[in-house]
Nanobody, 125 residues
């Protein structure tokens, strides 16, 4: 009923830029927070950045000043602008939607959290 579809991953050279997008679809009427996590090989999944419906944002220390998260509430879409990327940014990036309120197939209101399928970002020369 609710899906998160990510796009924008790929190969980028160190110092370059990349923009990730994540669109939530379904019978959604509100989403509390949307964010990006990443998981590198052999490491745990970690928060990269997230933003609430009220506009507050939070970033991992490792990406502050380089990455910017933004959100279009009307489109239920979140973006991650990645600038000055480093090899250590290489990971699978996952979109997360927290506190998604939606109507199920019977019209009842539900609330749940969702993850995207992940998109690979590789920083290499």
């Amino acid at each position: 009923q609710v899906q998160l579809v990510e796009s924008g991953g790929g190969l980028v050279q160190p110092g370059g830029s990349l923009r990730l997008s994540c669109a939530a679809s379904g019978s959604i009427f509100s989403i509390y927070a949307m964010g990006w996590y990443r998981q590198a090989p052999g490491k745990q999944r970690e928060l990269v950045a997230h933003t609430t419906s009220g506009g507050s944002t939070d970033y991992a220390d490792s990406v502050k000043g380089r990455f910017t998260i933004s959100r279009d509430n009307a489109k239920n879409t979140v973006y991650l602008q990645m600038n000055s990327v480093k090899p250590e940014d290489t990971a699978v990036y996952y979109c997360n939607a927290n506190g998604v309120r939606y109507h199920d197939v019977w019209g009842a209101q539900r609330e749940s959290d969702y993850w995207g399928q992940g998109t690979q970002v590789t920083v290499s020369s």
